[in-house]
């Protein structure tokens, strides 16, 4: 035997190599990896390629491929310099520590909530600690507030009802009115409403004819002596009554939405400011107030229908004139066929309130006057009885004036609302 040893030796050979031993857990180095592309999550992946899911989500790997890491400093798979998919510093997607979308700067949308309890999540407006803007009018109500609550309208208006609010929204203006100026209102309602009420009640006591129409035999009516002397002299003098104190009435009325503006803004308000106000605008109230009612009887003469349509459509009128100045009877006209069904609601519940407040004073005043007999002026103790009760009746129907102020005056806030941002600062403000 040879002590040479055979060729081809079994022991191992080490591989000639340029560097250190290859690590046999390490994974395969992204360099080689082709950048992938911000956008193109639907495209499909090569072999050996990460497939990007989401922003702020890892990578998933390709089936029977290892997931390649995300190069060291770049979370995500943003590309370098470029502002959008997870660039450190730049507001974008999955930003180390703010999970979700975690927009930087102050947005004022916040990151989606887990709870299921919890509010929708998503958009937070307004921004916490900040104002409420006054853009985008009108637009679909933001998540998170309460139905209705757009941008540049204050759900907690005192008198302004915002858009969608309702029929509830309505009344809690109305009833707030109430609360806040009640002591200023009624004052006002009693001088210049009550008042003139009362007198024309007594004058009716006074002059409507004592002896009433008979019917003859052959059923014929029997007119008494001077029948229609007393009434047309009974109508006329009302008529020469309403004309004079149609400027007090007036005043009553822009006195009276004065106080309701201006106490919703927060701002003072008296009793003898208010009617110094109102004077102001006594001429301008009373003279469209006698086109309004010339209007309403030219249609109440046309079968009734007409006439009551024109009393709804001229409604808003006073307002119209006292905040705008300009056109009162055309863009009251217009407001009421604009939003046809919410203005009709609210002017007939008005309309209600008013019918059913004068019917309950007119009974009270027809069951007292019944124990002072027919012709309760003819003699003093049942002339003064009679005309107590008118007094005590007149008073009882104030109610009734408040009522139709406040509900006129939100109305009209409200369709004010309904056309862009408004607020009853504003509204006070353009009274003057």
Same mark, same amino acid.
């Given at each position: ?21 290859? =690590?046999?857990? +390490?994974?395969?180095?992204? /360099? ?23 922003? &702020? ?5 390709? /089936? ?16 370098? &310099? !470029?502002?959008? #998919? ?19 700067? @102050? ?5 989606? %909530? ?7 999540? @998503?958009?937070?407006?307004?921004? /916490? ?15 998170? !507030? ?5 941008? &540049?309208? =204050? ?24 609360? +806040?100026?009640?002591? !200023? ?15 024309? %009640? ?14 003859? *035999? ?22 020469? /009554? ?7 009435? %007036? ?57 009551? #349509? ?7 009128? @006073? ?18 066929? !604009?939003?046809? &069904? ?14 059913? @407040? ?16 027919? =012709? ?22 104030? *109610? ?33």
């Amino acid at each position: 035997m040879s002590d040479q040893p055979p060729s081809g030796s079994t022991e191992p050979v080490p591989p000639a190599s340029s560097g250190p031993p290859a =690590d046999p857990t +390490r994974s395969t180095s992204p /360099a080689h990896e082709p950048a992938s592309t911000p956008g193109h999550v639907g495209e499909p992946a090569t072999p050996g390629q990460s497939t990007p899911t989401a922003p &702020g989500v890892p990578a998933q790997p390709t /089936a029977g491929h290892p997931a390649a890491p995300a190069q060291p400093g770049q979370p995500g798979y943003g590309v370098p &310099g !470029q502002p959008g #998919y997870g660039v450190p510093g730049q507001p974008g997607y999955g930003v180390p520590g703010q999970p979700g979308y975690g927009v930087s700067g @102050g947005q004022p949308w916040g990151t989606y %909530s887990t709870d299921p309890a919890g509010p929708a999540p @998503g958009w937070v407006w307004p921004a /916490a600690g900040g104002p409420v803007p006054a853009g985008a009018w009108p637009g679909a109500p933001m998540p998170g !507030q309460p139905y209705g609550w757009y941008p &540049g309208a =204050d759900p907690g208006d005192p008198l302004v009802t915002p858009p969608h609010a309702g029929i509830g929204g309505w009344f809690a203006r109305c009833s707030g009115a109430v609360q +806040r100026g009640w002591r !200023q209102l009624l004052p006002i309602m009693l001088l210049t409403q009550t008042l003139p009420a009362a007198v024309i %009640s007594v004058l009716t006591l006074v002059l409507v004819p004592a002896v009433e129409p008979t019917t003859a *035999p052959d059923g014929a009516p029997v007119l008494p002596d001077g029948y229609f002397q007393d009434i047309f002299a009974l109508y006329g003098l009302i008529l020469l /009554a309403a004309l004079i104190f149609g400027p007090l009435q %007036s005043a009553g009325w822009a006195a009276g939405t004065w106080v309701v503006a201006r106490q919703a803004a927060g701002e003072p308000v008296g009793v003898g400011a208010a009617l110094r106000y109102g004077w102001r605008r006594a001429l301008g109230v009373w003279g469209w107030t006698i086109v309004a009612t010339l209007l309403i009887s030219v249609g109440f003469c046309l079968c009734v229908l007409p006439g009551i #349509y024109a009393a709804f459509a001229v409604a808003l009128f @006073g307002p119209v004139y006292l905040f705008e100045r300009q056109e009162p009877i055309g863009r009251a006209f217009r407001m009421f066929h !604009q939003r046809f &069904g919410m203005v009709l609601g609210r002017v007939a519940l008005v309309a209600a309130a008013v019918i059913v @407040g004068s019917l309950v004073g007119g009974i009270i005043e027809g069951v007292g006057q019944l124990p002072f007999g027919v =012709d309760p002026m003819s003699a003093p103790g049942t002339a003064a009885g009679a005309v107590a009760v008118s007094l005590v009746a007149a008073v009882l129907v104030t *109610p009734v004036y408040l009522a139709q102020l406040v509900g006129v005056v939100v109305t009209y806030a409200e369709q004010r609302a309904q056309e862009g941002p408004v607020n009853a600062a504003r509204l006070a403000a353009e009274l003057g």
